[in-house]
């Protein structure tokens, strides 16, 4: 098989492998930074199509939140305490990854630059909540096709996401921790009488 062959066989295998990955498959890591009613909290997510988990940088009793859409759940991990809190999902909560926003009527090109390092183009977005149209800014890095950064037009609100690092995210991430007990067990009658004192 001749240089020029071999080269065309492996170009083939390679488009194949791109061909056959479901278009829809999302995985990543990055910085997550939400602005909304004046404050800002910085997270560090790890995303996959029907799962992620948020590790919150703010100071609070919740340093660690596991979103499993697949089973409908929320685990809120309380780390200090190795206990966890079940809740359930939320769809209003999922971070906004995807290169369409839910409820979008339409949008235009009005711009681009650099943001965190890729080139983007900056969108105004017209989007359907209920009754009401809200306008945004997204700027849509063209490089990975991924949304670097979501404004809310009237500024009330903003998502921006930093060092993103495309690429597989591990399933341990998604797991509740072994050792970690529910909330309502470390609250339940029982649990405070095995834990009291022998008389």
């Known amino acids: 098989m001749?240089?020029?062959?071999?080269?065309?066989?492996?170009?083939?295998?390679?488009?194949?492998l791109f061909t056959t990955a479901p278009v829809w498959a999302l995985e990543f890591s990055a910085d997550l930074i939400t602005r909304a009613n004046g404050k800002t909290r910085v997270s560090n997510l790890y995303y996959r199509d029907d799962r992620w988990r948020l590790?919150?940088?703010?100071?609070?009793?919740?340093?660690?939140?596991?979103?499993?859409?697949?089973?409908?759940?929320?685990?809120?991990?309380i780390s200090r305490l190795k206990h966890f809190k079940e809740v359930p999902y939320d769809a209003s909560q999922a971070p906004k990854v995807?290169?369409?926003l839910d409820g979008e009527i339409s949008r235009s090109a009005i711009g681009?630059?650099?943001?965190?390092?890729?080139?983007?183009?900056?969108?105004e977005v017209h989007v359907q909540e209920g009754e009401a149209t809200v306008d945004y800014y997204q700027w849509l890095a063209t490089d990975i096709h991924f949304p670097l950064k979501l404004v809310r037009k009237d500024g009330s609100w903003s998502v921006e996401y930093r060092r993103v690092r495309i690429?597989?995210?591990?399933?341990?991430?998604?797991?509740?921790?072994?050792?970690?007990?529910?909330?309502e067990e470390f609250d339940s009658p029982d649990r405070k009488e095995r834990s009291q004192p022998p008389t």
């Open 2 to 16: 001749t240089h020029e062959m071999r080269r065309v066989v492996a170009l083939g295998l390679i488009a194949g």
């Open 55 to 77: 590790e919150h940088q703010d100071i609070g009793p919740v340093n660690v939140t596991i979103v499993r859409k697949d089973k409908q759940v929320t685990w809120l991990l």
């Open 98 to 100: 995807q290169e369409t």
């Open 112 to 123: 681009g630059e650099t943001l965190d390092g890729h080139p983007t183009t900056l969108y």
């Open 167 to 183: 690429g597989h995210v591990s399933d341990f991430l998604f797991q509740l921790p072994v050792n970690f007990q529910p909330l």
